[in-house]
């Protein structure tokens, strides 16, 4: 599944990949032409790649997503396709699909951008069955029609978390952030039967008063209908909407507990934020209990007037000095380590960089006019830190170059890994700030501090990783990486895979997957990360031509 466990850890065991083979040995075996745009994590399970695809082009119209079963030594591909209108699909034009899907049990599972929960047999890619999280579906035991606000021309709520399949049961968000009438939740289903056994609504109902498991907002359902246990009705208004779960829900098995990431409340501000919004929720995963709650602090924002801060990766769960402990990067560029039991923050530190002395850098985090007309604006300190001048609909306070990423971890050296930089089709600073700011960092998760050998610039840079950072113009980590032995692998928005010496940052491996597509066709070109099993490493990209969908798989020789 995605991070290859439910921990989201990152770490590969199995491999023979290493510093001492990398350079000479890791070859392309094949590159495969998927007709449509790779926009997750592929899955890797007992010699084949699981994965899907956003705007098939072997869909109707390109409207809807392919999925694929590709065997790593033969190339043989099976697919499953489903169609998806448009107005039914994500907020930012896509259809199909952009999870990493999990393999459990002979079954694959996985969401795609109509709120539907797919299951699929390993096998044969025949549907198992197929539940609606956005509509009503009374044969599943899902009782909310969750469309408010759509017929205004808000965006519907949609799946882009990863699902997290354990002890039988599958665990999802659906939601929508920046649709001010729309509600979110987390989901448990039975994995056999796509049957709902509980919801959580990551609305806040009441202050002070923390929600309780399936109690619903009455304007989500139908009044004519009975409504089945176990749930019931709270029938107030909440104290916010948003606050969707847009990563993979982490689990960790001596708590028996789910940690939610969440998004921005609506309406929306600089932290701190109202209800569950922008930070770390821990729910009992057998009932969907309210275990706790911990939410990125103000000062961890690069800017004051920081906004829109989603938290758009998963938490990673380690062992720290013998403590249970709980990592999460966030949209502000802060990263924070929670106590697992108690969600007490342990460590806290902003990623982006600051000049020697400091003090902030002006094109780091720029605030401003996000428009065609004014290109990559500079903007002093004072400007930013400014906030959104009223009535202004252009102007932007969201930091485009923080973190969506999840961490990996390095047992070995008690390092932590994880992309710097969001998506990079904004005319205010896209990408990142590449001549001050790492596409990706490396952390001591003892401290929080750089773990890799730093030069004498102001501000300081790793040493021995740069090239490749720093050397291309607004090249950033939006991706996740993986560990495999003493190496850390991660792709760019470039659209480049490098491999790197966890020890100090040294960069031994790279390949260039292909181009950007310069232009707004759901952004400029992804790989959101590669998956590593065996002697294999497999990445899928959002690429110029071939119908904008790319898979490389490469093999120790």
């Known amino acids: 599944m995605f991070h290859g466990d439910p921990a989201h850890t990152g770490n590969v065991t199995g491999s023979n990949i290493s510093t001492k083979n990398v350079a000479q040995s890791l070859k392309l075996l094949r590159s495969v032409q998927l007709r449509g745009s790779v926009m997750s994590t592929p899955a890797v399970v007992d010699g084949y790649v699981y994965v899907g695809t956003a705007n098939s082009h072997d869909a109707v119209g390109a409207n809807g997503g392919s999925f694929f079963k590709i065997a790593l030594e033969t190339g043989e591909i099976s697919e499953f396709t489903w169609n998806i209108s448009r107005p039914e699909g994500d907020t930012h034009g896509f259809t199909g699909m952009g999870c990493t899907p999990a393999v459990v049990n002979g079954k694959i599972y996985f969401v795609a951008f109509n709120a539907k929960l797919y299951c699929l047999d390993q096998e044969t890619l025949a549907p198992v069955w197929i539940t609606d999280l956005r509509y009503a579906d009374p044969l599943h035991n899902q009782p909310v029609t969750n469309i408010m606000g759509t017929d205004q021309g808000n965006a519907q709520v949609e799946g882009w978390s990863s699902p997290l399949v354990v002890n039988g049961k599958v665990y999802v968000g659906i939601g929508e952030g920046e649709n001010p009438y729309a509600y979110s939740f987390v989901y448990c289903l039975a994995a056999q039967t796509g049957n709902v056994l509980w919801m959580f609504c990551t609305c806040k109902f009441q202050k002070g008063q923390d929600n309780q498991p399936n109690v619903l907002p009455s304007e989500l359902l139908n009044n004519n209908a009975p409504l089945p246990p176990p749930f019931s009705i709270y029938d107030g208004a909440p104290l916010v909407k948003g606050c969707s779960v847009w990563a993979a829900i982490a689990y960790d098995k001596d708590l028996d507990r789910l940690y939610c990431s969440t998004g921005n409340p609506q309406p929306d501000g600089a932290l701190k934020t109202a209800g569950y919004s922008n930070g770390i929720l821990a729910l009992d995963a057998a009932s969907g209990q309210f275990k706790g709650f911990q939410q990125f602090p103000a000062e961890s924002s690069y800017r004051a007037s920081d906004s829109d801060i989603d938290v758009g990766g998963s938490a990673t769960i380690f062992t720290r000095n013998d403590q249970k402990v709980v990592g999460i990067g966030c949209k502000n560029g802060g990263y924070m380590i929670l106590d697992a039991q108690t969600l007490e923050r342990l460590l806290c530190r902003q990623m982006l960089p600051y000049y020697n002395n400091g003090g902030q850098i002006p094109t780091v985090d720029p605030h401003g ?51 710097i930089g969001g998506n990079n089709y904004h005319f205010l600073a896209p990408g990142i700030d590449s001549d001050t700011t790492p596409f990706m960092r490396a952390m001591d998760w003892n401290t929080l501090n750089d773990a890799w050998p ?50 100090d940052g040294t960069c031994l491996w790279q390949d260039d997957l292909g181009s950007p597509t310069q232009g707004f066709s759901g952004g400029y070109g992804y790989c959101m990360g590669p998956a590593i099993w065996q002697d294999y490493v497999v990445a899928g990209a959002l690429v110029f031509g071939r119908d904008g969908g790319l898979l490389n798989i490469y093999k120790l020789t």
Do not use: C, W
């Open 369 to 419: 006019d996000d428009m065609a007309a004014n290109p990559n604006p500079r903007r002093t300190n004072e400007e930013s830190n400014a906030p959104a001048p009223p009535n202004d609909p252009n102007y932007t306070t969201e930091n485009y170059s923080g973190t969506y990423s999840t961490a990996a971890i390095h047992p070995g050296t008690e390092r932590l890994f994880i992309g």
């Open 454 to 503: 730093l030069d004498n610039s102001d501000p300081q840079r790793y040493l021995k990783a740069s090239p490749p950072m720093h050397a291309t113009a607004g090249e950033s980590g939006i991706s996740v990486p993986a560990v495999v032995n003493d190496l850390v692998f991660f792709a760019t928005t470039k659209i480049s895979l490098y491999a790197f010496d966890v020890n």
